[in-house]
Structure formats: C-alpha cells, structure tokens
C-alpha cells in the first residue's frame, strides 16, 4: 500500500469523525473555556499529547492553560475548568484527577468516546469523539490505525477548532499572537 492510499484513508476518517462531533457541545465546551479563569488539562499517554498541544494553543490565545502535573500548576478552584482527555473514560489517572477536581467545585469537561463510563460520575460536559476506544464496544466507530490513534488526531485538531473559533468570535489578528509564542527558543 502506497503513501497516497494510507494518507487518504486516514484523511477519510478524520474527516468523517470530526463531522460526527456535536456541534453543540463543542459550542459548549468553548463557552465553559471563556468563563473559566484557569483550564487545566488532564490525559495520559498520546492523549495526554494532544492535550498539552491544545493547552499550548490556547495559551497562544490568552488562555490560562496548566497541563496536570506541570511544575508551575496553581491550585484549581470553582472558577476553573478542568479538561479531561480520556477515550475510555476509564483511565486510573484522569479519573483521580477529575474527582479531585470536583472536591474543589471545579468544573469538569470530558472529551472521550465512551458515553457510558465512569468519568461520567465526575463530569459536568461532555464532548463525544465517535470512535474505537480501547474497549472496542459494540457502538465504536473502527479505524484502520493502530490502536487510538483516531482518537488523539480528533482530540488535536478539535483543540484546534475550538481556538480558530476564539479566534474569530474574538476577532483576534492573526499577527498578534505571536506576542504569546515563546521566545527563548
């Protein structure tokens, strides 16, 4: 199998999950982004990727973005939100953090595929990206990658979608945010 077969195969399912996403609770989702003081992200693994890529962006945009762990992370208040990235729901990690979370009356919004899991218990919204978890359930969406890799490529470009729609809710020049890239580089 040829580059071009593989990479249009792969463009096809992006495409066909991100149009299968709820425009409303995306919609959502970024309202809870605007009246949080501090988002903070937690995932694990190549999710845990895509998010600290999300959390970056949104910084670009003036967002307060701390990634779980990070060594400057404030304390989280009921102000704040909490972005939980977990296909499953399921993850030890993710789960622990988002029920501590709620002991500080934080807000937690969970991006994930499987509706019915236990991250459920803990989440105030939720953000469904309509593909196989690790659980490979009955009402998954397949894909020919390996393993979740749908998933995490879903989770980095609604990270982006969600800061191209600041972006031009806000009317923000496009110039201007270089002012929020690093420049120790």
Known sequence: MSYNDVQNEIKAEL???LESIDNDSVETLLKEI??????????VGRVLLSLQAVAKRLAHLGVKTYVVGQ???????DKDLL???????ES??????AKKAKQFDARVAHIGANPDCSMKDYSDHFVRIPVATKFNLP??????QPMTSLFEQS???LGDSLALMLVR??????HSLWEYHANLE
Not at 139 to 144: A, D, H
Request: proline fraction near 6%.
């Open 83 to 89: 972005i939980v990235g977990s296909g499953s729901g």
């Open 34 to 43: 605007k009246q949080a003081d501090k988002v903070f992200f937690v995932g």
């Open 15 to 17: 495409s066909n999950t």
């Open 155 to 157: 989770l980095l470009l």
């Open 92 to 97: 030890a990690f993710p789960l622990i953090i």
């Open 169 to 174: 809710e806000q009317n923000i020049d496009m």
């Open 71 to 77: 060594i400057t992370e404030p304390a989280i208040t």
């Open 139 to 144: 009402n998954e969406t397949p894909s020919v």
